[in-house]
């Protein structure tokens, strides 16, 4: 994916070397990777993660990295997450226009070095990226592109960074359209395995405006190269509920499930980027099954 020369949005707020005492911790599962990969995309608030996970109380002690203690790498991703962000900014200002939704309001990314506070809680970089709908800010880690790269072969392809961050931008087009809050509703009224379903039906559907983003990037842009759908799609299916259950304990139980399986999350973000189409919505499709 092509960003040269783009430019970066003012809508960031960098606490990258800034950490205080975090009160709610998340570990206990195993690697960071693991774990980020696991909750990585679990939409809404942070506290959605934090009931599904061992909290532990942790200090840390207060420091400021200056900007010249990051490396190039961490420079250049910080760059690049600040092109994507403007892009999307200008990609759902022209689809809300477009469907008279009125004007798009533009989240914050917060870009984060080891644990941070949130309008949703306190969570480490464990958690993985995660949108608070509490102070419409999603919230990023550098660390967890730097081990998805490593872990997941998806060097060198800035797609797969933007799939991420257009992922918990898409929870926030469902926060704006008042899907994100109705879901959350629907999630505490009824029981477990209906609650996970929902849940479901909420990552599939952020990651369709994923790829409803892409769309309308490519089409005003010419950005996308060669292979770049592809490995948002081999992401895709890394961050499946199924492929990291049977990963981590050799068997899926889908009735866990919170995100969809690897099948659902590629055919999901592929339908967006090729019909680009905001009429349509997981939560259309009456069947669980057919999703």
């Not at 400021?64 to 420079?75: A, C, L, S």
Request: aromatic residues 10%.
């Amino acid at each position: 994916m092509r960003l040269d020369g783009r430019r970066e949005s003012s809508n960031v707020e960098d606490r990258r070397g800034m950490s205080g005492g975090a009160k709610a911790g998340i570990g206990g599962i195993g690697g960071i990777i693991l774990i980020a990969l696991f909750t990585f995309l679990q939409g809404g608030d942070v506290t959605d993660v934090v009931q599904n996970v061992v909290q532990q109380t942790m200090q840390a002690p207060t420091e400021t990295v200056g900007e010249e203690n990051f490396t190039e790498e961490e420079q250049e991703l910080a760059s690049d997450c600040k092109k994507i962000l403007a892009s999307t900014e200008e990609v759902w200002t022209k689809v809300f226009e477009e469907n008279g939704w009125g004007e798009y309001q533009y989240p914050t990314l917060v870009l984060f070095s080891n644990q941070v506070n949130s309008a949703c809680g306190s969570a480490t970089a464990a958690v993985g990226p995660f949108y608070c709908s509490g102070d419409q800010k999603l919230y990023v880690d550098l660390s967890f592109f730097t081990q998805m790269k490593r872990q997941l072969g998806v060097e060198g392809n800035t797609f797969a960074y933007a799939y991420v961050i257009a992922h918990e931008i898409g929870h926030h087009i469902e926060y704006l359209t008042g899907t994100l809050g109705k879901a959350h509703q629907a999630m505490n009224q009824t029981d477990k395995v209906s609650a996970n379903q929902i849940s479901v039906r909420l990552e599939l559907l952020a990651d369709y405006y994923a790829g409803v983003w892409a769309h309308y990037e490519d089409a005003m842009n010419h950005s996308m190269e060669y292979g770049d759908l592809e490995k948002g799609l081999e992401l895709a299916k890394a961050i499946g509920d199924d492929w990291l259950q049977k990963k981590a304990q050799g068997r899926a139980t889908p009735e866990s499930f919170t995100h969809g399986t690897s099948d659902q999350r590629k055919r999901w973000l592929k339908r967006g980027f090729e019909t680009g189409d905001m009429r349509t919505s997981t939560f259309a499709v009456q069947n669980y099954n057919d999703l």
